[in-house]
C-alpha cells in the first residue's frame, strides 16, 4: 500500500495520549505525546504537548508512513492551538526539514 493513498487516516486518541495512523482500519503507527502544563504571557494561555515518540509498525515501514503521520499529527496540534515540544527523535528530523512548523516548536 502507497502512503499517499487515501485510506491512510491519522486521527486522536486523547484516551492513550497519542495520534493514530491506520490504514484501511487497521493500526499501523502512532505519535505518542505527553501534555505539559500550560504556561501563561500575558493572560494567553499556551498548551504544551510534548511529542515523545513515533511508532510504525515493522511491515509498513519505509514507506513514508512516518513522516505522512508525524505532519498530520503537527497539523492537528496547530488546529488546537498547541504548541509542541519534539522529545522525539524522528519528529525533531521532520521538524528541521519543515520549517514552516518552527512557529509551534517549543524547545527542549
Not at 502544563?37 to 504537548?49: D, I, L, N, P, Y
Not at 508512513?65 to 492537528?76: H, K, M, N, Q, T
Not at 528530523?93 to 520549517?99: G, L, Q, S, T, V
Request: some cysteine.
Amino acid at each position: 500500500m502507497l502512503a499517499s493513498s487515501p485510506s491512510a487516516d491519522v486521527s486522536i486518541n486523547k484516551d492513550q495520549n497519542r495520534f493514530e495512523l491506520r490504514l484501511n482500519g487497521d493500526l499501523v503507527g502512532i505519535v505518542g505525546f505527553f501534555e505539559v502544563e500550560g504556561t501563561s504571557k500575558r493572560a494567553t494561555r499556551t498548551h504544551v504537548v510534548s511529542f515523545m515518540h513515533t511508532v510504525v509498525t515493522e511491515d509498513f515501514g519505509h514507506q513514508g508512513l512516518a513522516g505522512i503521520l508525524v505532519r498530520r499529527a503537527l497539523d492537528s496540534a496547530r488546529s488546537y492551538g498547541w504548541k509542541v515540544k519534539p522529545v522525539c527523535t524522528y519528529v525533531q528530523r521532520f521538524a528541521a526539514a519543515n520549517p514552516e512548523y518552527n512557529d509551534m516548536l517549543v524547545a527542549l
